[in-house]
């Protein structure tokens, strides 16, 4: 395998993960695992990595993306007596992935500011806040083809995840004027071929927000952990700065960085063991350390 990788990479220059194997037809944790035990071959990320909350992990935390993506969309494989080549390489993915971040964020904030901002509205836009979290957040969102659980379609890469928090004044009408719009928006987004765009997004109250704040049950973590992400769309920035400051009052994030330190040290600890290991001793527990059930109908 090495040797077939080195030939290619020789030939071709840097490639990436998903590049060498859609070139070789290559079975990705063979790939991988090459790739990073080889002294002939060099290997580079691109951008971050972060911490998501999953119920299969103990204590909740990991880090994103997984393994696999990271390899197949993150990463720069070339030949270690090319750095140069490298370099540009690992600039130009940098450059696309950072483009890709801020087409999404562009078109979240176009589409919510329609949402949130029609004519008419401008007494009632202190009332709610729209903002952002995810993959776009950390300039890591992708362009990759990937299905969409709930139609089975496929949609184009990275989501788009929207929270709006409503004061506790705000009245319910605009509360599910706000739901439906959005919705719609989703539907028509996740339908036409032009987009092929999955938004996901949560309409609450202020109030709401305070009882996640709690930070006593998983559920009540995964809303405060994308709080601390999130970032301003359109609407309120007081209100969202408000909502923030519960995260900080609580000690949550502190709890939260305790999470990433630990979701640190387990990602290590994965890579090692399964660097350690051949595929056909690994069961299917340890090919989750490899990647997600979420991602499982994707990568299989």
């Not at 030939?11 to 991988?32: C, H, Q, Y």
């Not at 350390?289 to 109908?297: G, K």
Request: with cysteine; glycine share 6%.
């Amino acid at each position: 395998m090495q040797e077939r990788i080195i030939d290619l990479l020789k030939r071709t220059g840097p490639m990436t993960g998903a590049e060498i194997s859609e070139s070789l037809d290559g079975e990705a944790f063979g790939l991988w695992k090459t790739c990073m035990l080889s002294p002939r071959l060099a290997v580079l990320r691109v951008g971050r990595r972060y911490v998501r909350l999953d119920r299969r992990v103990e204590g909740y935390a990991r880090l994103s993306p997984s393994i696999l993506r990271e390899f197949l969309t993150y990463t720069v494989v070339g030949v270690v007596d090319d750095p140069a080549a490298m370099d540009a390489r690992h600039q130009r993915l940098q450059a696309h992935i950072k483009s890709v971040s801020r087409h999404k964020l562009e078109l979240a904030t176009r589409v919510m500011t329609e949402i949130a901002e029609p004519p008419g509205t401008t007494d009632k836009e202190e009332m709610f806040c729209v903002a952002i979290a995810g993959d776009v957040v950390y300039e890591m969102a992708h362009d990759v083809n990937r299905p969409e659980r709930s139609t089975g379609g496929m949609v184009h890469g990275s989501d788009l995840d929207i929270v709006v928090i409503a004061s506790d004044e705000a009245s319910d009408e605009l509360l599910t004027g706000l739901d439906d719009a959005i919705y719609k928006k989703k539907h028509q987004y996740l339908k036409n071929p032009a987009f092929r765009e999955e938004i996901d997004y949560v309409v609450k109250r202020f109030s709401k927000v305070r009882e996640q704040a709690e930070f006593d049950s998983f559920k009540r973590m995964v809303a405060c952990k994308i709080l601390d992400e999130a970032i301003l769309v359109c609407g309120s920035e007081e209100l969202l700065a408000d909502a923030k400051a519960l995260l900080c009052e609580g000690g949550v994030l502190d709890r939260l960085r305790d999470m990433e330190r630990s979701a640190i040290r387990a990602r290590e600890q994965a890579e090692q063991q399964l660097l350690a290991n051949d595929e056909e001793v690994l069961g299917r527990e340890d090919l989750f350390l490899f990647y997600t059930d979420e991602e499982s109908e994707e990568f299989e």
